[in-house]
């Protein structure tokens, strides 16, 4: 079965950084196939988009990580990442990688069929 799974996740200090990891295995097709993305989920709030990169590596953001956040992927590894700097309070969250989705110039995607667990971000003011 489809298994994604993320870490790199941490507490840091506002200003600080983090680089997100997700490994997927099992998917049906070739990793280089499959459009990826990274969600998150603060407590008491819904779900919400951070970015997703296509098959064919073009990268869409939330406006609000625009320029904070670079998500790039590694067909080679089956990885994804996700680089955040100039991080706030405000991403403290669980973030979330996925896949079997939409990625368009259009808007992030709002689901996905396949999800990883969760690592957990933590910023400090």
């Given at each position: 079965?489809?298994?994604?799974?993320?870490?790199?996740?941490?507490?840091?200090?506002?200003?600080?950084?983090?680089?997100?990891?997700c490994t997927a295995s099992?998917?049906?097709?070739?990793?280089?196939?499959?459009?990826?993305?990274?969600?998150?989920?603060?407590?008491?709030?819904?779900?919400?988009?951070?970015?997703?990169?296509?098959?064919?590596?073009?990268?869409?953001?939330?406006?609000?990580?625009?320029?904070?956040?670079?998500i790039s992927r590694d067909?080679?590894?089956?990885?994804?990442?996700?680089?955040?700097?100039?991080?706030?309070?405000?991403?403290?969250?669980?973030?979330?990688?996925?896949?079997?989705?939409?990625?368009?110039?259009?808007?992030?995607?709002?689901?996905?069929?396949?999800?990883?667990?969760?690592?957990?971000?933590?910023?400090?003011?």
């Open positions: 079965q489809v298994q994604m799974v993320e870490s790199g996740g941490g507490s840091v200090q506002a200003g600080g950084s983090l680089r997100l990891s099992g998917l049906t097709f070739t990793f280089d196939r499959y459009n990826m993305a990274w969600f998150r989920q603060a407590p008491g709030k819904e779900r919400e988009g951070v970015s997703c990169i296509t098959a064919d590596s073009r990268t869409y953001y939330s406006d609000s990580m625009k320029g904070r956040f670079t067909n080679a590894k089956n990885t994804l990442y996700l680089q955040m700097v100039s991080l706030k309070p405000e991403d403290t969250a669980m973030y979330y990688c996925a896949t079997g989705l939409r990625c368009t110039a259009t808007g992030l995607p709002r689901s996905a069929n396949y999800w990883g667990q969760g690592t957990q971000v933590t910023v400090s003011s």
